[in-house]
């Protein structure tokens, strides 16, 4: 059963859009993060989050902007949509202050942009 | 920085063994992650290490060794069902940095 949701699963919209990719996590955890992965390649960190109103960027430039307003809910969004954001987004979470606590990953958003 | 290397593609035998192998060079190393990715599914924690050594968990072990900056995972008893990409990870000053995979392959 998963304790870290991401909606929607699968998303093809056209450029200069705007999108929110959502993702909630029911663990209490302090840490999220937003990955970005492309086919047979590695994940990149794009933002992440150490509490409520925390937001850093990662190591991938990212035209996006994330939020954490709850510690449930970290959001991702893309003002203007356009074909190089397409690729995989996937969330993960961890516990806060606890060095060899593991990531766990949403199922991810496999995003298309036309 | 962080930099992690592990093969791109290995295939073995159902029933057998397999070691996978990843080096990493990593300033302020704080231990190494294991995961394992099925095609289109998020990745799933497998093992962590941070001390010298092996660590055991049923079917998956994975091996440390600091000096080196190496590790391995591995996978005995193979089933059809471990045909997926294994990610290294490892934890530094920088945060944690993943390689792009190993996509394992199992043959009947």
């Known amino acids: 059963e998963a304790d870290i949701y991401q909606t929607p699963r699968y998303l093809v919209i056209g450029t200069g859009k705007k999108i929110t990719l959502e993702c909630s996590q029911t663990m209490g955890h302090d840490k999220m993060y937003w990955y970005q992965q492309d086919p047979g390649m590695e994940l990149h960190l794009i933002h992440y989050?150490?509490?409520?109103?925390?937001?850093e960027k990662g190591d991938l430039s990212s035209e996006s902007t994330v939020s954490r307003i709850r510690t449930e809910h970290f959001p991702l969004t893309l003002e203007s949509a356009r074909p190089s954001h397409t690729s995989q987004y996937l969330c993960?979470?961890?516990?806060?202050?606890?060095?060899?606590?593991?990531?766990?990953f949403g199922n991810g958003t496999r995003l298309t942009v036309t | 920085g962080q930099n992690i290397d592990q093969p791109t593609e290995m295939t073995a035998t159902e029933g057998a063994i397999v070691q996978i192998n990843c080096t990493y060079q990593?300033?302020?190393?704080?231990?190494l992650f294991w995961y394992q990715q099925h095609a289109g599914e998020a990745p799933t924690f497998l093992s962590y290490n941070v001390l010298d050594g092996l660590e055991e968990k049923g079917r998956f072990s994975s091996f440390l060794s600091r000096s080196k900056g190496y590790s391995y995972l591995l996978l005995k008893e193979l089933q059809m069902k471990d045909s997926a990409s294994y990610l290294c990870a490892g934890r530094g000053a920088d945060g944690l940095t993943f390689g792009k995979g190993t996509h394992l392959i199992i043959q009947p």
């Open positions: 993960a979470s961890s516990e806060g202050g606890v060095n060899n606590s593991p990531l766990h």
């Open positions: 990593t300033s302020g190393f704080n231990g």
């Open positions: 989050s150490y509490g409520v109103n925390s937001t």
